[in-house]
């Protein structure tokens, strides 16, 4: 162990559309939405993360709130590197340190994802001293994070339902035979939930609460067992102008949803239509795993279980099975070197 080495920390970040997750030390010690709030005057980054959410959609025209991953990859590269270099700073452990350390990262990505958009990730780490950068597909991340051993001549498949893109996988001896990904996830839940208040309701709400509609009573399907509660949404009347309150149910949403999970079973069913039989008959006997914040939509793992006729399961702390996953590889580098793309 060399001089240097002492200096190097190491850490595995989950870039995610929705929120950035960064492992220090086998801790979890950033889980924050992916939001910078930019003074328009002076071009400042005033707040991140949490901060920045809580500003969405109640902002004045010299704030403004970007949100700066697009679709799994980085659409203001400006604003993802202050954001990322912003989270890094708040590692408590980091803060305590004299001068920046050098860092030795995992970097998660979608696996749909160009060169060019591959590059643009390395170099935003590079920027932040990240010394040493590895890159890991999203759906690959997920599955060890779900505990599956991934090194073994077995079939698994893995569904991961981001905020940006679905990142369907099949994955067997450390590489993925066929995958998938589709832009069909939370974040186009949340707008087929405005959509859906706005044209059925006269009722216009924002951004965050129809996040807030998705999580209390989401549902992938009309007949639930244990359906939640109704709930009373407040926006602004579209004919009138007033601020207005509805009751809706969870059936109502589980409408608003389907043209959009219609796209992910479709999806699921196309990359088991392209997966080599040998690995099919694996997967006939594990079934599927889900993985990311969409796949806690109530009824959504019975809803594809019904469609593909296979047991559908969903990961224990399902947002966090990603970064989980990055963190054990960033703690095993030798053994999933094959893995890792440099």
């Known amino acids: 162990m060399g001089f240097f080495d002492f200096l190097t920390e190491e850490i595995a970040i989950d870039l995610g559309t929705a929120n950035t997750l960064i492992i220090h030390n086998g ?21 991140v993360g949490q901060e920045a959410a809580r500003m969405q959609g109640k902002t004045h025209e010299n704030i403004k709130t970007i949100r ?5 990859v980085i659409a203001d590269f400006d604003a993802s590197e202050k954001m990322i270099s912003m989270f890094i700073k708040n590692i408590p452990a980091l ?3 004299l001068f920046p350390p050098s860092l030795r990262m995992v970097i998660c990505i979608p696996s749909g994802i160009t060169e060019v958009e591959m590059r643009a990730v390395k170099e935003s ?7 040493e950068v590895y890159l890991i597909h999203e759906p690959m991340a ?4 779900i505990g599956i051993d991934i090194m073994q001549p077995k079939g ?9 893109t679905t990142e369907i996988a099949v994955i067997a001896l450390g590489g993925i035979v066929c995958d998938k990904s589709v832009k069909v996830a ?10 859906y208040m706005r044209t059925q309701h006269n009722l216009y709400v924002g951004e965050r609460t129809a996040e807030k509609i998705k999580i209390q009573i989401g549902a992938a399907t009309e007949d639930l067992e244990v359906p939640p509660e109704e709930m009373s949404v407040q926006g602004r009347d579209l004919l009138t102008g007033k601020p207005k309150q509805v009751q809706i149910s969870y059936r109502e949403i589980a409408k608003a949803l389907d043209k959009s999970i219609l796209r992910i079973e479709d999806a699921v069913m196309e990359t088991l239509s392209q997966t080599p039989p040998e690995l099919a008959a694996d997967i006939y006997n594990t079934g599927i795993y889900l993985a990311g914040g969409g796949s806690m939509l ?18 224990e702390d399902p947002l966090r099975a990603v970064v989980r996953g990055t963190g054990i590889t960033l703690k095993n580098l030798s053994k999933f070197k094959s893995v890792l793309i440099k």
């Open 27 to 47: 801790k979890v010690v950033v889980d924050s939405p992916s939001i910078v709030a930019r003074d328009r005057i002076s071009n400042k980054i005033i707040a």
């Open 68 to 72: 700066p991953l697009k679709d799994g």
């Open 95 to 97: 803060k305590k340190k």
């Open 125 to 131: 780490a590079e920027r932040v001293n990240g010394k």
């Open 142 to 145: 997920a599955a060890i994070g």
């Open 156 to 164: 698994n498949m893995v569904v991961d339902i981001g905020g940006g």
């Open 186 to 195: 939370g974040d186009v839940f949340t707008n087929d939930i405005v959509y």
């Open 298 to 315: 109530r009824g959504l793992d019975k809803r594809l279980s019904q469609k593909t006729d296979l047991p559908v399961y969903i990961a």
